[in-house]
């Protein structure tokens, strides 16, 4: 009797386990796992493959905020700081804007910036004030296309009849245009940034002329040092970008490099040399005619062809030979290379891209940074003006920058050195002091 219902113990168990058996091959024979499409284009290593466009706003960055205080001057160029002051200024309607130039005339351009309560808002480059319409809620409906300026100025102690005051001005041509605002806003902005102004590091004035004084910093600057790993931009991305039919395309390798072209425009990228080179030669020959909203048309230009790679900023343009630079910003400081680097080029005629430089790397990996201690503006001052034949009406901008420096052992490592910078009679040049590390090479950059 036991050993019959042994054997049926037995026999139950053996069915299961053979059904088991058969549900588990089952399941093995008809799994099939989910993976994520893969496209006949698509590729296992990333690329860029799609243009990181932006819009003015985002291009043309203020580069430092100036406050006037009670005879003393304080400043920054702090990025975080900035952004608040320009999200702050968003929700701004300005009005009457009209050109109110000959009424600073006697006192002097220089003497009416400092004046107490004056805010002074810095831009790298005069543009023209229409598309500064895209940086706030509202500039009155006239016609504002001949006004370009590169100093946004805040009076925070004007009120008239309910209004507070802004200008409009452009320190190379010595124009004042003035706008009225909603007086509740000049007194928002003196009550939530003015009062508490003197917190950034003082800076002392270096007077040049009647029309224009640069402010340094009354103590040392400390800048971080920054190193970085390099990525390669492939040429193909930009020839899928700025050739309308890439199949028609030809490649050709020389000695120098290699050449890409339609029979009518060239893209040549250059052995060793980290930047392409765009060549429309239809438009490269005599006086450049004038393009349309030069400014915005290349950042449109920019935005259509392989994008904003890293974050280059409005820079400097010239309506004379129709050309644009926006330049590589680290943490709001720009950044020189005398290798074609850190800008973004462009060069235009009658509305068509005449010649394109683009750099072919893109900062991806901060790997260290070490705090540099940069002279005081003093310091900085005494070198300049001890240039031969030196004339004070000719330096034009006074800056913290980064020079970047490419590693001799490795050429996916560049290292951000922190230096000071000048501009003087429009080309932009390193401040050497003597006995102080500020890495680099000569003082002429680009």
Known sequence: MIGMKYESIKTTILILLVLSSIVLTWSLWTYQPQYDHLGENDDLVAEVTTNITKDASEIIRPTKILYHIDGQHFGTFNETELNRVMKELRSWEIDEVHNITHTVQDQGLADFLKQNGQVEIYFPDPFPLELYKSFIKKINDKDHSFISFDRFVIDVNSEEDGEGIVYFVSTGDNLVYEGRVNSRLTREYRKNFYTTATRYPEQIEYELSDTNSVYLPKDTTIVERVDYYIDAIEIDTFKDRLFTNSSLVKRDVLTTGEVHTDGTRLLRAYNNKKYIEFINPTRISGE??????????????????????????????????????????????????????????????????????????????DLDSIKVRLPKGEKVMEEIISKPNFNPELLESVTVAYDLVESEDNSQFVSLQPIWTYRYNGSWKKVEIKNEDLGGHKDGLE
């Open 288 to 365: 450049p005619a004038q393009t349309t909203d030069l400014i915005q048309t290349s950042i449109d230009f920019v935005n259509e062809h392989v994008g904003w790679t890293d974050d280059y900023r409005f820079f400097r343009w010239s309506k004379e030979s129709q050309t644009t630079v926006f330049k590589l910003y680290v943490k709001n400081i720009p950044v020189f290379s005398q290798n074609k680097l850190t800008d973004i080029t462009q060069q235009w005629d009658n509305n068509d891209i005449a010649r394109y430089f683009h750099p072919s790397i893109n900062l991806r990996i």
